[in-house]
């Protein structure tokens, strides 16, 4: 018994490292309604601390195909240093997010995130 109650407190702790993605770095998104009914402004953007966002290069977006421009990049500057990028929309669905580092012997870090609007 002892045995089983140790297996289940580190189970969900492996869970929550493994959601971080191995840097650290997960999406997030904020959302507001727009002036037209059932629309709302929306922003993507990389969740992390200050050290694990200045090593990424780059961050290049899938959304939804409906968008007239589905594959965004979105470059490292001073004035986004979170890497966001936002649209105005009605439905959720999940974006899709290569991130790209500096250093190029660091392999890309794939990540999916559902967009809430509420």
Known sequence: MIVMKRFFIILPLLLVVVSLGAQGIRL?????AAKSKGYYNWKVFLDADARNLASVDRVEYLLHPTFPNPQ???Q????NPTFSYGATGW??????????FRD???KPLLLNYWLKLR
């Open 28 to 32: 997030n998104n904020t959302a507001a």
């Open 76 to 79: 490292s500057n001073r004035t």
């Open 72 to 74: 965004v990049t979105v």
């Open 104 to 106: 190029r012997n660091k």
């Open 91 to 100: 439905g959720e669905f999940e974006i899709k997010a290569r991130v790209v």
